[in-house]
């Protein structure tokens, strides 16, 4: 038996690999087999992790573990799905028992926490390569995309803004900070939480939606090109976390929920009248602006005037 | 737009990309949507493959876009399924525009050939590795798995072995060959054709199928275990091309057959009464072999002489 082939036969262990609902066949065959309801649709992303490039090399694998997967699901919330199923292609230089042990084990805490069973994929040798492909189901029809934000709804976010990009020059041991500041900021970058529960809650509400990953501004350009709408994003109004505030100051915590990444919150548009019943439902849903006829993103002060050129320039924004 | 957007929207307006039967959502959004009929299961594998351990470094972009995806869609084949869509995962060292245009060049062809659409995936920088997620469908329990071998079957093939192992001192520039030899040797290692019509002929007759792509003798052994059963497989009965006999002699010719990889042919345990129709409908079946009572494979001489240990020692072999 290859070394590859004991990796293979280590992963096939894992709980989340055991199968059950919706998993007719896992590990092990030529293809994995799913079963979808009568009704519903198959949800399917594909994120790469690229060592030194989408994070530090060395790291820690079970950090790498938990995210690599965290990052990948985001996607199925962001649509509304409901997980099933994973497959992971895994590219390492050597076969390194302790790494993939651990690795394996950040794996499969984010599986059980986020309900994904990896079903199969790939081990070679390489340079150090994480692909993953996640699985959910989505009744027809109602999947939340990006084309469908009308003038007149309201422009929300999931949660905190900036902490996964704050996190980043810890996590690149550029900067340092105390313990309050460092251990949320670092949880958030490595074990970032799928809003899983939020996106499925939202089928049928939200007119779009998306994770945030690339920055809010970008991404919120990507709703505004595909809805053929324009945003206008109140800045006072984004949501800051006291940690990211006492690390950054105002104004590069402002800079980094406005274009940093890695935050994996959604952000959507909802009619207002959706609004009432789903906070008094105690989602964390904040409002930051609103969907306007016209086309890009824009970005007003507290008193409405507009302050988007001094925040232009980043990629994507404006496409 | 970064340069790596413009990557995804160059696969996005390749015409396999434009959605079709089954392909709800494309590429674009967080995530594409699959229709999977009421009735069938999703098969879905993934592969991946690294420059200078899976193909040399630089090759042929435009027949590694064929063989990147040919290899990836003989699993589907193997399973029995229709073909549906597929994600590419594409890590790149630079952007080099003549490069993916002739990728996605042999890409499509084969995607076209093969019934695929490409959906969706991520485009990275890093070491060139490509990982392809394929997707197709299969009435509710027909997929033809590893496990269902029966004493009394017959072994079958679904064409010459040994040509992808035979070609490969060509692809590396090991040996060379006039154009007789090298011709169908190189067609067959740069642009396999994945046997996906053979596959689905055989839903309901073969009992256990596979793709060779470890060797005759390791594919072979993975059937055996999984269908907990021996296989015994007649020496003189591989069929082997005329270009690979006059390359390698009968002695590497049988080698290359028994223990070389790439060959994505079919390898399926057939009940013997399904034989003649199928090959009365002109199915390139070959007969190598039966299915016994006992465990792993046996390999016996034209006098039925037990010939096993003198081809034991690779790897995967007698698992």
Avoid at 164 to 189: D, F, R, T
Avoid at 256 to 279: H, I, K, N, Q, R
Wanted: net charge negative; with cysteine.
């Amino acid at each position: 038996m290859g070394e590859f082939e004991l990796i293979r036969n280590f992963f096939a262990a894992a709980p989340c690999a055991q199968g059950g609902e919706g998993v007719a066949l896992g590990i092990g065959d030529d293809c994995a087999l799913l079963d979808v309801p009568f009704g519903e649709q198959l949800a399917i992303s594909t994120d790469t992790l690229v060592a030194g490039v989408h994070f530090a090399d060395p790291c820690d694998p079970f950090l790498l573990g938990q995210r690599s997967l965290a990052v990948a699901a985001s996607d199925l919330a962001a649509m509304g799905a409901t997980p099933l199923a994973f497959t992971l292609a895994l590219t390492l230089p050597t076969v390194d028992a302790d790494w993939l042990e651990a690795y394996a084990r950040g794996l499969n805490l984010m599986a059980q926490g986020c309900g994904l069973r990896l079903i199969g994929g790939d081990t070679t040798r390489g340079p150090l390569c994480l692909t993953l492909t996640v699985f959910g189901r989505v009744p027809n029809g109602q999947a939340l995309t990006r084309s469908g934000a009308q003038p007149g709804d309201l422009l929300c976010v999931g949660g905190e803004l900036g902490n996964g990009a704050g996190a980043l020059p810890l996590v690149l041991n550029q900067l340092s900070a105390g313990p309050s500041i460092a251990e949320p900021l670092l949880a958030h970058y490595w074990s970032p939480q799928p809003q899983l529960a939020l996106g499925q809650v939202l089928r049928g509400k939200a007119t779009a939606a998306l994770d945030i990953s690339d920055g809010l501004l970008a991404d919120c350009g990507h709703i505004a090109a595909a809805s053929r709408v324009g945003l206008l994003i109140e800045n006072d109004r984004l949501p800051i976390s006291l940690a990211l505030q006492e690390f950054l100051g105002d104004a590069g915590a402002q800079q980094a929920a406005l274009s940093g990444g890695d935050d994996y919150v959604l952000a959507f548009t909802l009619p207002a009248v959706e609004l009432p019943t789903l906070l008094a439902d105690g989602w964390p849903i904040h409002v930051i602006g609103r969907v306007v006829e016209g086309r890009g993103v824009g970005l007003l002060d507290v008193d409405g005037q507009d302050i988007t050129p001094t925040i232009r320039g980043y990629q994507h924004f404006g496409i």
